[in-house]
């Protein structure tokens, strides 16, 4: 990820110019969509039937809440001492940068790979979703009447399971490869596009489709999950070169950069900690390590506040894309190896 990082910083605007705001601009249908994407990978993750999930939901909500809590509470504070007055766009800020703290790098387990007694990695997939939640709800502060928390956050929902009842009505009548993908790629494209529209998170939307998918019967998440496999990696790439390509620097993004890695740390070690009390089958060791890996999830919530509010969201995925390049160095460092 790192070098796909600087790849889109060194043609951004910023540096070499390749690709400039217009470029980037018309490549914000594609980001919408891989937003969805993602979102759709990790509700696909949720197994809230099976053995053993409260626990780990309650271990993620904590350590993930630590994370945002941390980073929120001090981005706040060290505004308000620049003098910084924390109006509706430094709190979606605020807000956005603790939302992308609180994500860790997710495995994407639907179909059920890490029950094998191997708790962390569901810890990794399960504590995306409180900072999906966060950073739509933030989302409420761009309105220009006002901070508006329910549509935010409901909208989304009601776009998500919209979309995911047309789908799962397409996909159990496919007869072929190439129609089911033409289905799919139709109700990706629909999630992006609304959400964009409505302007409000695809991420969100998406996570709700995952979700309505998982637990409905029928073969639906086998299905989207094994296309979806096709255009991960492309979709991923897109995202990180166009965050690279948007990274700025200045005076803000170096205080939220800083803010960013040294609380980021402390919320995932305290977070880490407390959620090993509450799930006692967690190693705290490995399950800080994984936790380490900075994953796509926090990078893509800074697009998506690109994608609201531009001028608040330029620090933010500033901010973001800089603390994930020190963030994956140090993941090679103190991860430990796949278990067997």
Known sequence: MSAWLLLGFGLGPAALGVLTSDVLAHLDAAVSVGLG????????ALVPRARGAAPLVGA????SGSAV????????FLLTAQRVPLTSPMLL????????????????????????????PHVADLDDVLPIVVAAAAAGFAGTTGPNWTAATMLPIMIGVACGTIGLLLFERTTGAAERAVYVLGVLALIGGSCAYAGVSPLLAGLCAGVFWRNMPGRADAVIGGDLRKFQHPLVVLLVVVAGAQTIVGPLPLLLFVTFVVFRLSGKVIGGLCAARVAPTLAGEVLGAYLVSPGV???????????IAPAAGSAVISATAA??????????????AEPA
Do not use: Y
Request: without cysteine; hydrophobic residues 55%.
């Open 37 to 44: 994407t993602l979102g759709v990978f990790v509700g696909l």
């Open 60 to 63: 993620a909500l904590i350590e």
């Open 69 to 76: 809590a941390i980073v929120f509470g001090a981005t706040a």
């Open 93 to 120: 800020v605020a807000l956005s940068l603790g939302a992308a703290a609180g994500a860790s790098s997710a495995s994407a387990s639907f179909d059920g790979q890490h029950d094998d007694g191997h708790h962390a």
């Open 297 to 307: 999830i926090g990078i893509a919530i800074a697009l998506n506040v690109h994608q």
């Open 323 to 336: 603390g994930a390049l020190v963030f994956d160095v140090l993941s090679t460092v103190v991860s430990p």
